[in-house]
T-cell receptor
Framework: NAGVTQTPKFQVLKTGQSMTLQCAQD?????MYWYRQDPGMGLRLIHY???????DQGEVPNGYNVSRSTTEDFPLRLLSAAPSQTSVYFC????????????FGQGTRLTVV | AQKVTQAQTEISVVEKEDVTLDCVYE???????LFWYKQPPSGELVFLIR??????QNEISGRYSWNFQKSTSSFNFTITASQVVDSAVYFC???????????FGKGTRLHILP
């Protein structure tokens, strides 16, 4: 049972490039979340999804897109990377909504130069 | 809007001392849930505890204890007889019953000095 898997673990992008951070969970969880972690800022919610086909914005959605075509996958897309998007990104899932324990992936460290 | 404040950015204590991490929350919902997560130096996020707004009973798990007080909107975390392995960043989080978001505080970095 792998839990929540994020790929890649590390990535360096040039300003203006696009990329997709992958997140997959094998626990049949309905709810999935994307956070970014920056020094002194804690974990900030980017986008989240309460089920396949449903997504919504979090606290800092600008510059990011998401989709949820399956229960298992919740990719995060950066359409035109900016240095301000340099961060550690975490994907999480919960079994029964926001009021239950969240399971996190190992994180993706992204650097935009 | 929901908000979580962890005013202590960084704390250093000597091993075997007790330490309390503060968490203050804001919510307009009457039903809500509070959490603590640990992020050790290896970087992963580990769930520690969940509390709902109707259960103000304090909880103890080994050297860890949590004090939930609705009157002061606080959910503080105490480590008794701290150990070097307790060194980590600790996050407090809040979710409201009428919402699907989980909002985290900025975290407290705890250093346990040998």
């Amino acid at each position: 049972n792998a839990g929540v898997t994020q790929t890649p673990k590390f990535q360096v992008l040039k300003t203006g490039q696009s990329m997709t951070l992958q997140c997959a969970q094998d626990m049949n969880h309905e709810y999935m979340y994307w956070y970014r972690q920056d020094p002194g800022m804690g974990l900030r919610l980017i986008h989240y999804s309460v089920g396949a086909g449903i997504t919504d914005q979090g606290e800092v959605p600008n510059g990011y897109n998401v989709s949820r075509s399956t229960t298992e996958d919740f990719p995060l897309r950066l359409l035109s990377a900016a240095p301000s998007q340099t961060s550690v990104y975490f994907c999480a899932s919960t079994s029964r909504g926001a009021n239950t324990e969240a399971f996190f992936g190992q994180g993706t460290r992204l650097t935009v130069v | 809007a929901q908000k979580v404040t962890q005013a202590q950015t960084e704390i250093s204590v000597v091993e075997k001392e007790d330490v309390t991490l503060d968490c203050v929350y804001e919510t307009r919902d009457t039903t809500y849930y509070l959490f603590w997560y640990k992020q050790p130096p290896s970087g992963e996020l580990v769930f520690l505890i969940r509390r709902n707004s109707f259960d103000e009973q304090n909880e103890i798990s080994g050297r860890y204890s949590w004090n939930f007080q609705k009157s002061t909107s606080s959910f503080n975390f105490t480590i008794t007889a701290s150990q070097v392995v307790d060194s980590a960043v600790y996050f407090c989080a809040l979710s409201e019953n009428r919402d699907d978001k989980i909002i985290f505080g900025k975290g407290t970095r705890l250093h346990i000095l040998p």
